[in-house]
């Protein structure tokens, strides 16, 4: 005679593959690595001619690079009407580019 039973069989749920698992947000606080182009970019304003104030000018054609690969707490910015700007270092990128 067979026994029946009114449990349902529940299995013990695995994790997901390591694959699957998706990496949570950088914290604020952690600092990533500097990239390549960013470290040429700090070396070249550096080396780059004065225009009074430590502040550097920018071609338009070179404005859009500036934007997408200069740190805000490394590079101040101010774009100008025609499309360039200026640039300058801050402090901290001054101490960066020591180690540089």
């Known amino acids: 005679m067979q026994q029946t039973s009114n ?3 529940s299995p013990i749920p ?3 593959h390591p694959s699957v698992l998706v990496k949570p947000p950088v914290a604020a606080t952690r600092r ?3 990239s390549r182009i960013e470290k040429d ?3 070249l304003i550096r080396r780059s001619p004065d225009i009074g104030e430590g502040w550097c000018r920018v071609a338009p054609v070179l404005w859009k690079h500036v934007m997408t690969h200069s740190r805000p707490e490394l590079v101040e910015r101010e ?3 025609a499309g360039g ?3 300058r270092l801050t402090e901290r990128a001054a ?3 020591e180690y540089l």
């Open 7 to 9: 449990a349902t069989f």
């Open 79 to 81: 774009q100008d009407p």
């Open 85 to 87: 700007g200026r640039v």
């Open 41 to 43: 970019l700090l070396l």
């Open 95 to 97: 101490i960066v580019l």
């Open 32 to 34: 990533r690595s500097l």
């Open 14 to 16: 695995l994790p997901p």
